[in-house]
């Protein structure tokens, strides 16, 4: 993304490009400083020709421009003292904004963490209901949300009573909650002689990459809607796995999410929610634009456990935090906590990595340092932070991170149907002979 990087940030364009390949700066909006309006310095001063009627004093004159002047220079030392803030401390708190809306994402975060720590139990369904409660601004019912759950657990077991299955075998739990959520299932209703149909979960094809609506990849959203896209319905899944105690994993491919089993005998399978499809993991190398470096530091198609899982929804709270409030030391807070509990911090670095260079960013405009070299004769201290920005695009560079392009993913959900069609068509066929 070497163009990006230049249209964002000018004067790193020249230093950074080399590093910083692949990378998306997300174009976020400079904050704003509040500072005085600064009056032109030739507002008050005269022309004779312009005015040939008016007397001109030319020592009032001079009175003025010196005015002028110490206003300037007090708008420079005010800038100044702001980036200096910045240069030690980081963007201060947003909390002002809304201290009791700000109040809901510490304690989300507080009760996450004591998990992380081994103080409470791992939950998943309760974590991801905290964050995007937090989002809500409390707005969300908790009692609600799990008789939900509870009614989905009930249309489980029914089914699994109903085909005389092994309840207790992993593999058979995970293929019934698979069915669950992709297909549709016909129930026997006890005691009134009537079926009912459970429908499956439909993927949201006209907002799976929340352009139109921030919200649309919440769990809580799937679970109003029936909609979901490969970030929701794949947390919707392992909910209801922790709910039945089936072992599940989350796992990642460029841009996307899907689900992790495996059987008695250590063979793994890829449950694509997205189509209803069982895809090896060959189908995701082919055409997920994964990187051989990507493969060795273990960014996609590892299967990630629950202490992940719960610190990936650190993550999403710095994110939903930042949209409603912006960039502070809460954000950085939730990043930092979820990277000692990750076994992959790719998800982590690539915002910490959008915090760091925002804030370059608002110092180099506060400076008027229109190049690195500028920047670092001005502040040193100020440059330190951006070579901080520079190593953090390079960690994520070296782990073999490539951004995926939209058309592209929108040709792989194409595949995988495509995949997906195959599949059944082979079935079908096996079922014959």
Same mark, same amino acid.
């Given at each position: ?177 698979? @069915? ?54 794949? !947390? ?77 929804? !650190? ?8 949209? @409603? ?109």
């Amino acid at each position: 993304m070497k163009n990006i990087i230049g249209i964002v940030f000018i004067f790193c364009a020249t230093n950074l490009s080399a590093q910083t390949a692949g990378i998306r700066i997300p174009q976020l909006p400079v904050p704003t400083v509040p500072m005085p309006q600064v009056p032109n310095p030739y507002n008050h001063q005269l022309n004779r020709q312009q005015q040939p009627n008016m007397y001109y004093n030319h020592d009032e004159h001079l009175r003025t421009q010196k005015q002028n002047e110490a206003i300037i220079n007090e708008d420079i030392y005010m800038r100044h003292n702001v980036a200096l803030m910045l240069i030690n401390t980081g963007f201060p708190s947003q909390s002002y904004k809304d201290p009791k809306g700000t109040e809901f994402f510490y304690q989300a975060f507080e009760e996450i963490s004591a998990m992380l720590k081994g103080e409470k139990s791992l939950n998943l369904g309760r974590t991801v209901f905290l964050v995007e409660n937090a989002f809500y601004g409390n707005a969300l019912n908790y009692s609600d949300y799990q008789n939900f759950l509870k009614r989905k657990v009930q249309f489980y077991n029914q089914k699994i009573k109903e085909e005389k299955l092994n309840g207790n075998d992993n593999l058979v739990k995970n293929m019934m909650l698979f @069915r669950l959520i992709s297909d549709t299932l016909k129930f026997k209703n006890t005691g009134i002689e009537k079926t009912l149909t459970h429908l499956p979960v439909k993927y949201d094809y006209d907002d799976y990459n929340s352009k139109n609506s921030y919200d649309s990849h919440f769990v809580t959203k799937l679970m109003r809607t029936g909609i979901g896209q490969c970030y929701s319905m794949p !947390l919707y899944y392992l909910i209801l796995a922790e709910e039945i105690k089936a072992d599940a994993y989350w796992s990642f491919s460029p841009r996307h999410s899907f689900i992790k089993i495996q059987d008695k005998k250590g063979a793994w399978y890829n449950l694509e929610l997205t189509c209803n499809a069982i895809l090896s993991d060959a189908h995701y190398m082919n055409s997920g634009y994964i990187k051989a470096e990507a493969i060795r530091n273990k960014l996609y198609l590892e299967p990630l456990d629950k202490t992940n899982i719960v610190a990936e929804m !650190l993550i999403n709270l710095a994110r939903y935090y930042y949209v @409603r409030y912006g960039f502070d030391d809460f954000y950085l807070k939730c990043l930092d906590t979820a990277m000692q509990y990750l076994s992959n911090n790719l998800n982590a670095l690539i915002p910490k990595a959008h915090y760091q260079t925002q804030l370059v960013l608002t110092i180099a405009d506060l400076l008027d340092a229109q190049n690195p070299e500028i920047l670092k004769k001005k502040s040193s201290k100020a440059y330190m932070h951006y070579e901080k920005m520079q190593k953090l695009y390079k960690q994520i560079d070296d782990l073999g991170y490539e951004e995926f392009p939209d058309e592209l993913y929108t040709k792989w959900l194409d595949y995988i149907a495509k995949q997906k069609a195959e599949q059944q068509k082979t079935f079908s066929m096996d079922e014959i002979k």
